[in-house]
């Protein structure tokens, strides 16, 4: 019996202004990639909290990919920045938990970037891929609409409170 190749499940937060609209862009064009992704739209990657990283981890994600706009271009001025500061700072908390850092990345793509954000789901879920699952602490394995339905509750909650 042939052996199964490992499919990751990647929850992507996406900033409305930017990576989102690269994602609707690349879906626009019919620019292909691997379906492996849950897109959430966030209002802006500085928004995504910590919590809901590891949420997204412990709903059986393999890992998260947040996109927000370029630097200098963020619609909230500085919210980029602050998403930068706040992943660095989460990538080595969730190193001290053994987590990998490469389970958690962040990229830049705009809005008029659906190529360039095709291109990075692709080599990010190659990336994943070759991490293998994700068994960690927080991971709990399930479906890909299980991961999508935990962390979209989770999300919405958040950004109604806030």
């Not at 990576?19 to 019919?30: H, I, P, S, V």
């Not at 910590?50 to 630097?71: F, Q, T």
């Not at 990229?107 to 990010?124: I, L």
């Amino acid at each position: 019996m042939a052996e199964q190749k490992h499919e990751p499940k990647i929850a992507a937060f996406l900033c409305r202004w930017c990576a989102y609209a690269g994602a609707d862009l690349a879906g626009t064009n019919r620019v292909a990639y691997p379906p492996n992704m849950i897109p959430i739209r966030v209002p802006c990657s500085g928004r995504v909290e910590p919590s809901w990283v590891i949420e997204a981890l412990r709903s059986g994600a393999d890992a998260v990919l947040i996109g927000g706009c370029h630097p200098g271009d963020c619609h909230y001025v500085s919210g980029n920045y602050k998403a930068r500061r706040r992943m660095s700072l989460l990538q080595k908390v969730l190193k001290e938990l053994g987590v990998e850092p490469a389970r958690l990345k962040l990229t830049w793509v705009s809005a008029s970037e659906g190529m360039r954000f095709a291109q990075v789901v692709r080599d990010y879920v190659e990336e994943v891929r070759a991490l293998g699952p994700y068994h960690g602490e927080f991971g709990v394995p399930r479906e890909l609409h299980e991961v999508e339905e935990n962390v979209g509750q989770l999300v919405r909650q958040a950004v109604s409170h806030g």
